[in-house]
T-cell receptor, first 113, second 112 residues
């Protein structure tokens, strides 16, 4: 089983649609969680951190369920510019040690006009 | 945000040769990380580079194949040695700032 597993995708959705990505992680000691966005031929960039209480940033909502070891990302009113690969990232480093990021394989999203 | 300048952005190399990738950060950082992203795959950590000590390599990666230098707190190099077509990949350096991981623009390597 992969340490971080994501929806295989690709997702092709029309503009304005709502789309949800799911991610599961295997290490119950994981400390922090993130969604990164990677545009074609570009480096990954942080989209948002994921907190236990759930957090929202504009059209983006992230949820974490520690009991189920499950992370989600919801994109509302999708735009053409949302087209990218979304990476689920888990940090398993303990406090005081170097970061230990594990990346999911990514979910490709294409928003169609 | 951290600014990382990585070069070269791409290269096409002959098998058996070596390529050195450079990363320059806009401020001092304790640790720099080197990743590989193979076509259609996600990022895999190669090694962690601390200034003044040997890099720490992840399982499956060895110093002879991927020697790393870290001469100061703003600079690091990764060399891909004795290249084969299987080394064709994107290589990225990364640093942390305020809990966020930042990446260089990546080096797209093709070995022929």
């Amino acid at each position: 089983r992969k340490e971080v597993e994501q929806d295989p995708g690709p997702f092709n959705v029309p503009e304005g649609a709502t789309v949800a990505f799911n991610c599961t992680y295997s290490n119950s000691a994981s400390q922090s969680f993130f969604w990164y966005r990677q545009d074609c031929r570009k480096e990954p960039k942080l989209l948002m951190s994921v907190y236990s209480s759930g957090n929202e940033d504009g059209r983006f909502t992230a949820q974490l369920n520690r009991a189920s070891q499950y992370i989600s990302l919801l994109i509302r009113d999708s735009k053409l510019s949302d087209s990218a690969t979304y990476l689920c990232v888990v940090n398993t480093a303990t406090s005081g040690s170097a970061r230990q990021l594990t990346f999911g394989s990514g979910t490709q999203l294409t928003v169609l006009p | 945000s951290a600014v990382i300048s990585q070069k070269p952005s791409r290269d096409i190399c002959q098998r058996g040769t070596s390529l050195t990738i450079q990363c320059q950060v806009d401020s001092q950082v304790t640790m720099m990380f080197w990743y590989r992203q193979q076509p259609g795959q996600s990022l895999t950590l190669i090694a962690t580079a601390n200034q003044g000590s040997e890099a720490t390599y992840e399982s499956g990666f060895v110093i002879d194949k991927f020697p790393i230098s870290r001469p100061n707190l703003t600079f690091s190099t990764l060399t891909v040695s004795n290249m084969s077509p299987e080394d064709s990949s994107i290589y990225l350096c990364s640093v942390d700032r305020d809990g966020e991981a930042f990446f260089g623009q990546g080096t797209r390597l093709t070995v022929v």
